[in-house]
């Protein structure tokens, strides 16, 4: 059964600094750490101080449908109601075979000449998103090392398994962003 965490910003900021230290522990410097929207923006901000960052944006289509007047719905409903619904939603999401999606977004220039690339994102769920940001930038930058990061993976088979991660399959988290999230 997976387990939903809540993440306010206090342990947010500690989980990168674990996963920062991940990265450190492996032996990966990078030159450049690229943060994919929105979520992935959060966790890039808090990584690898003193390293350029830069940002991508490509969202699954599902994000859009959580803003505005739902997420108002969720925030007032009880932190059990939401923690269901993220498992049901997990549960959908398991029976999807994961597709790949096509990059349509335009690279940052701060990725030119970079040998190492670290690309971050929040969380890993079919792993599309991470998957066609990492192929365009290796067909981009083919000398540049690239590695990836995301502090959940919460599918069992993701189309792509970050090279760093924190919780992985049995877990869901509620990052200080998220829809359901109590201010």
């Known amino acids: ?32 750490v690229l943060g994919i929207e929105s979520g992935g923006r959060y966790a890039a901000e808090l990584l690898f101080d003193g390293v350029e960052h830069c940002y991508v944006s490509l969202r699954r289509p599902g994000t859009a449908a959580k803003q505005g007047a739902l997420t108002k ?39 030119d000449g970079k040998q190492a690339i670290l690309i971050v994102d929040d969380a890993v769920d079919s792993g599309s998103t991470m998957l066609s940001v990492r192929d365009a930038v290796a067909a981009a930058f083919p000398q540049a090392y690239v590695r990836c990061a995301a502090i959940v993976v919460t599918t069992d088979k993701p189309l792509i398994v970050p090279d760093y991660s924190l919780y992985l399959k049995n877990f869901l988290i509620r990052f200080p962003w998220s829809a359901d999230m109590k201010k």
Do not use: I, Q, Y
């Open 1 to 32: 059964m997976k387990k939903v965490l809540t993440f306010d910003k206090l342990r947010f900021a500690a989980e990168c600094r674990r996963l920062e230290a991940a990265v450190v522990a492996s032996g990966f410097v990078p030159d450049v």
């Open 73 to 111: 719905v969720l925030r007032r409903m009880p932190r059990f109601v939401n923690d269901a619904l993220r498992l049901a939603e997990s549960w959908v999401l398991s029976r999807r075979a994961p597709r790949p999606a096509g990059f349509h977004g335009c690279l940052p220039e701060g990725l």
